[in-house]
């Protein structure tokens, strides 16, 4: 079960955040700081799956932006990394005139998109 | 969903957004935001009436501001008002707010309901797709209660778009995850499942998320998704990669809908009906061929989302765990990617394997590729996958190769990374004890591991190594040898002076006669630790120093001397200062008998647990690795402590209360005021602590035993013919499931008995009361075992006085060790002279198998796994009987945990089933038992199964605890 899903940008400035289970917002924060922190300090020869707690990070980077995403124990670590694409694959579909090195951008477009 | 903002863009918006963005400072911001904010406060309130657009705009800038993080206490009407408009984009911003700044406001909630049960009843797909969505964004208990009777009607409706199905099925999800209190099972059920016959894959999807969740709680209701989840899953294995349109990803058709397709397989156990068995069985070996071909595509994309297919699938396999030939060929395919380019594929390979080393079936598959694992562990970069290599390694070890694993474990701790130095530390100590054939090889394993990191050695490993050196007395003289060389290097750590002080001190002898390693060497080495050591290391010195004296006689007055030293006596650390005084006095003025009584060698430790493996569980939580371990421990346990040579015996037992001092200080008369010992003190404490139960002092017989209730109120007077074994199997079946009360009463004589057990040891008091004023005259109670019983159990009785005076009662105390399980129950005989006659009877002592039973708590899917492991059917005794007793739930609880065995809640499916598990200890061996018993309340019957590793004790269980019910 995927528990959060966050889009950090490189400064450790959470740019998304969605959760699918109760969290306080201060514990979210703390949290987001984090797992970031986490993120940041790999390098690419790491693997994507991070133990962190109780449950696993997967995450990718595209350009400066981090897409990180909380899971239990039973989910299958490889099909949320791809997922992960996937869901920037839609993104970039749907805002069609970003481009992805812009995804930074794009983040800001897609929390205020709601919005228009 | 209509693209972003075209054609309606709403410019207020925009600029509002843009002045925004363009403030310099933090203070024109809020002086921006306060503007506006009193612009729309002016507009909601003014006397004309908004327009649905401006209202739209108004509750917009309104969410903007408090995205940016300021309060919001206006508006919330107007936005509630947007939710009725007929206009998609205000009802899709009125709801936007609404799942933002959800307010409890309770008459505000009654609107939003409102709105939302109209939008639900509006069978207009978009309208009921945004009410969805808003209950499930909030997913709060008060949407649940307003709304979980509801969704499911929406979901299983014949006429319902797909879309909306799909929204309607991931919003009960979320009201399920919740409260699942909230959402009523019934008719709908069953139609969910044939959600997954649908024609689109999205709903399907959806579907299949919300059905593994229900699945998991209530299995029974969902059984039928099994037949479906597999036929569905062998229609996408087998489509062309362009069947699926939309849903094929990289030419990979739909990999999420077949990854939690076989996620949901993953909730039962393989398919009974054999047609539907093959068809699964055909699916998995599709997809690991799959796996063999050439890519379809050289793009990542391809090979990750065909990867996530087959790792599920090889979850799938492991969880059956019925196929060998499905089990070996995961392993081969995980075994190419131990050595893939991409680490991601390499950390979850070894993350699979590890699980698969757990079946029996692909054990020695997965031990064939050692080489690439350990050299995984020499040269990953990665920390996580180093340590997925540890764990693997770990798994795969079994008596063949763990020489080698324990010498590249120690390897490795030397570079390992810090935050997984201590597991490692626990991992090698446990290996090597368990797979020490040769036991100096294990003493030497764990002394190198105190060299390489001390600071990671916990209390419990150098605790538990003393523990083995004292139970084996083959290697004493080794280990008294190896930690006096290790103590030679100028820098050793403290762990290592502990251990050597503590072995020394009980085995120094052993090696005393080379004059290399004299008393006084031995003495001189210890001591020059002594004052880099903190303060509890040195209070064992101390112990070890008093120990020396009685060992070594010729070096009393120089240990007296260190005692006597001022900066013993007068020590600022109490703990220290007093055993200073106590030792010296008690060196000064005890005869050279009393020494050796009160300083005399420390009798075995009881075998229990290692404690090492308990931190490591505690460490991992409930982890397959550490489950296996526990598994293979029940199923063979020929692992050290159990064939142990130095006999516990009897006097062992009766040791008064474990106390914390090494040297049982407690028992010695100069030394009773000894104050309890304080924490510095107490530095073995853990190795004697198992339970509270087994730790609580043996009370010693005193004459308040008697005073029972259960033997005061029983008055009850029969006849009873002398010379005849009361097989009164009544009173005999009574204390199978409790240790006290009356055995036998008649005129003359009541016998009460009082008994403990722990591990494969007991002792149980009985006492003799005389009913008549007349003295009994030659009283003999004897316990009589037949010829079986006594090679399965040793009872060990102290004679008592052969007069008993009228009215006085007499107590008999029989020492009992379990050697190995037994069937039948020692007979108690009792003669005695009363008033002239002779009167002799025999009961049954009810000494039964059960009593050496130790609870063991697991979850339900160890519970499961276990009892699967033990489906040979010679395992297997069932019993079906009628009840004898009224079938009261919770009297049956409590006798099943009297019994002996932990009573294991929410483990079963059927909450009216009691499931219990132990371990039955004996001398020779550890026999683990998984028993199950169902009641059938209108038939008034209970089916009682039993699952061991040994034959003849489930059938004696069976037995036992069937008269029970």
């Known amino acids: 079960m995927i528990k959060f899903f966050l889009m950090v940008n490189k400064q450790g400035q959470t740019r998304l955040s969605r959760y699918y289970e109760h969290v306080e917002i201060n514990k979210r924060t703390m949290l987001e700081a984090e797992v970031i922190k986490n993120c940041l300090s790999r390098s690419k020869d790491e693997c994507s799956f991070i133990e962190y707690k109780d449950f696993k990070l997967v995450y990718r980077q595209y350009a400066a932006l981090f897409i990180v995403v909380g899971i239990d124990q039973t989910e299958n670590e490889m099909a949320v990394y791809e997922l992960i694409h996937n869901f920037v694959e839609v993104l970039d579909k749907y805002f069609s005139r970003v481009v992805s090195e812009t995804l930074n951008l794009l983040c800001n477009i897609f929390s205020l998109s709601k919005l228009w | 969903m209509p693209a972003v903002s075209k054609g309606d863009g709403m410019r207020g918006l925009a600029v509002f957004i843009s002045d925004i963005r363009n403030c310099k400072s933090k203070e024109a911001e809020i002086k921006r935001i306060n503007k506006e904010l009193a612009n729309i406060r002016s507009k909601f309130k003014g006397d004309k009436a908004l327009d649905g657009y401006s209202k739209k705009k108004y509750v917009c800038k309104l969410l903007f501001i408090f995205l940016l993080g300021h309060d919001i206490d206006f508006g919330h009407m107007e936005a509630v008002n947007l939710l009725s408009s007929n206009r998609y984009t205000e009802k899709q911003i009125g709801y936007l707010f609404i799942s933002v700044l959800v307010n409890s406001n309770s008459e505000l909630i009654r609107l939003i309901n409102n709105a939302i049960k109209n939008d639900l009843a509006s069978r207009n797909p978009t309208f009921m797709g945004l009410a969805l969505h808003c209950i499930a964004n909030v997913g709060s208990r008060e949407m649940a209660e307003a709304f979980a009777g509801e969704i499911p009607k929406i979901l299983v409706a014949g006429d319902t778009m797909d879309s909306v199905k799909q929204s309607a099925a991931l919003c009960l999800l979320r009201l399920y995850r919740t409260s699942p209190d909230l959402v009523p099972m019934g008719d709908w059920t069953s139609r969910v499942v044939h959600l997954l016959n649908d024609q689109h894959l999205g709903v399907v999807t959806a579907a299949t998320s919300l059905i593994t969740t229900l699945a998991q709680k209530n299995p029974e209701e969902f059984k039928t998704s099994v037949s479906l989840a597999v036929s569905r899953l062998s229609r996408i294995v087998t489509s062309a990669s362009t069947d699926l349109q939309d849903y094929t990803y990289y030419f990979v058709p739909a990999p999420w809908l077949s990854v939690k397709l076989l996620r949901l397989l993953q909730c039962y156990p393989p398919p009974e009906d054999p047609a539907v068995r093959g068809r699964l069985t055909e699916c998995l070996e599709t997809i690991l061929n799959k796996a063999q071909e050439p890519p379809k595509s050289k793009k990542v994309q391809h090979s990750n989302a065909k990867n996530a297919v087959l790792f599920e699938a090889i979850s799938l396999i492991i969880h059956h765990d019925s196929e060998p030939n499905l089990l070996v060929r995961a392993c081969n395919q995980l075994g190419q990617f131990l050595q893939h380019r991409e680490t991601n594929l390499r950390y979850l390979a070894l993350e ?163 004059p290399r390693s004299s008393p006084l060497i031995q003495f001189n080495l210890l001591h020059s630790k002594f004052h880099l050591c903190s303060v509890p290391t040195r209070a064992l010195l101390l112990s070890t120093y008093i120990k020396f004296v009685n060992l070594f006689p010729e070096i009393k007055t120089t240990i007296q001397d260190v005692l006597r030293s001022d900066s013993q006596l007068k020590n600022a650390d109490v703990e220290l200062q007093q055993r200073a005084v106590e030792y010296l006095r008690l060196s000064t003025i005890a005869s050279t008998d009393i020494l050796a009584t009160v300083l005399e060698e420390m009798p075995p430790f009881p075998e229990r647990e290692s404690s090492i493996l308990a931190k490591l569980k505690k460490k991992k939580g409930p982890g397959t690795v550490t489950d296996l371990e526990e598994i293979k421990k029940e199923r063979s346990s020929d692992m050290n402590g159990s064939a142990e040579p130095a006999s516990v015996n009897a006097s062992a037992v009766s040791t008064p209360s474990p106390s914390a001092d090494l040297l049982g200080l407690g028992a010695a008369p100069v030394t009773n005021s000894a104050p309890p010992p304080s924490s510095s003190g107490s530095l073995l404490v853990d190795v004697f602590s198992d339970s509270a139960s087994a730790v609580a002092p043996l009370a010693p017989g005193s004459d308040d035993n008697f005073a029972s209730p259960d033997l005061a109120s029983s008055e009850v007077v029969s006849e009873e013919p002398a010379d005849t074994v009361h097989d009164a199997d009544e009173l005999f079946h009574k204390f199978v499931c409790k240790n006290n009360g009356v055995l036998f009463e008649n005129q003359l004589l009541q016998i009460g008995l009082k008994s403990e057990f722990r591990q494969n040891l007991g002792r149980m008091f009985i006492f003799y009361g005389n009913k008549t004023s007349t003295q009994f005259l030659n009283f003999t109670p004897t316990v ?182």
Request: with cysteine; proline share 3%; aromatic share 8%.
């Open chain 2, 784 to 965: 009589i075992c037949s010829d079986d019983l006594q090679s399965s159990l040793n009872l060990q009785t102290k004679p008592v006085d052969p007069t008993v005076d009228g009215g006085a009662q007499v107590q008999q105390v029989v020492n009992i060790e379990c050697v190995s399980d037994f069937m039948e129950a020692p007979i108690l005989n009792i003669q005695f002279r009363y008033g002239g006659t002779f009167q002799n009877l025999s009961v049954k002592l009810p000494i039964t198998l059960n009593k050496f039973f130790q609870p063991t708590e697991m979850s339900s899917q160890d519970f499961f796994q276990r009892w699967k492991q033990l489906s040979n059917p010679k395992q297997e005794v069932q019993n079906i009987f009628k009840a004898k007793h009224p079938m009261d739930a919770e009297i049956t609880k409590a006798k099943i945990i009297g019994f002996g065995s932990a009573l294991l809640e929410e483990v079963d499916p059927n909450p009216a089933n009691f499931v219990g598990a132990g371990i039955i200890h004996t001398k020779t061996t550890q026999i683990g038992c998984l028993l199950r018993l169902e009641p059938n309340l209108q038939a008034q019957m209970y089916r009682l199964t039993l699952r061991t590793s040994k034959e003849a004790v489930s059938q004696r269980l069976c037995e036992l605890l069937s008269e029970q019910f």
């Open chain 2, 352 to 514: 699979s394997m590890c699980t698969l080393a757990s079946s029996e079936f692909s054990h020695e598959a997965v031990k064939t590729h050692i080489e690439t694992v350990i050299n995984a562990l020499k040269t990953e970069r990665d920390v996580s996958v180093r340590q997925r290599a540890v764990d693997l390694l770990y798994a795969m070890c079994d008596r063949s190769n763990a020489q080698q694993i324990v010498a590249e474990m120690l390897n490795y701790l030397e570079t390992a990374d810090y935050s997984i130095r201590e597991e490692i530390v626990l991992k090698v100590a446990i290996l090597a004890e368990k797979y020490a054939v040769d036991y100096t090889w294990y003493v030497d394993t764990i002394l190198n591991l105190i060299r390489i990191a001390g600071d990671y050695v916990s209390e419990e490993v150098w605790y538990r190594v003393i523990q083995i050196v004292i139970n084996r007395d083959d290697v004493q003289g080794y280990a008294a040898k190896t930690v006096f060389e290790a103590l030679q290097a100028p820098a050793c750590h403290e762990n290592l002076v502990k251990v050597g002080g503590y072995i020394l001190g009980e085995f120094g002898n052993l090696i005393a006669g080379d």
